[in-house]
């Protein structure tokens, strides 16, 4: 099994721990703006990116995104199933020959850019686009500056983590939230704070994996 993948297979890990955490406060976020089962659909999903992971082989990180990708798209149901397996077959579609950093980036551009199209959404619309797309930029930017890849993520957690907070200030235009108007204001879009969480947990995982290989070093 090469590095890449082994860390692929952890961040997917860590991803699920948080999610599960999280679980019941992602359902209360949405049954303020919807139907309450935003944290249950997002658990059920990653169950199934987990077992792709987890698959014997010699899987690549594109194939097992790849995988994920389907298995979600297929089986994860609600709105969230085909907008997260979008965005992992995005992932899996970029560049494997682009450093860490890069290919970090990359993968949160085409995640973005990918989740907009498929759902309709643009930034300021209330949806998950509003924290992943400025995520993303920041990415670029931390990366083109020779950041490792921890923190290339870090920065795109912080990003998000404030962009999901300021979607309480939103007036939804798309999904069922736009069904409510101005009485959705004070209660953040349940996709934009899943999709932080799940940043802030593979920051986190990077971030704990580089220094215990800085540990390891002679």
Known sequence: MSEDVQTLRDVIRAVGAALRRDEQYLCDLDAAVGDGDHGLTMVRCWDLVEREAD???????????????????TAGGGATGPLLGTALMAAAATSADAPGPDRAAAMLVAAASEVSRRGGALAGDRTRVDALAPAAVVALQAAASGAPVAEVVAVAAQVAEDAARATAE???????????????????????VSVAIALRAAAECLRDSAKSVGEEAP
Do not use: M, N, Q
């Not at 698959?55 to 798209?73: F, H, K, P, Y």
């Open 55 to 73: 698959r014997g082989g010699g899987a690549s990180v594109s194939e097992i995104l790849e995988r994920a990708g389907r298995a979600v798209l």
């Open 170 to 192: 939103y007036v939804a235009r798309v999904g069922r939230a736009a069904r409510l108007g101005e009485r959705a204001l004070g209660h953040p879009d349940p996709g934009a």
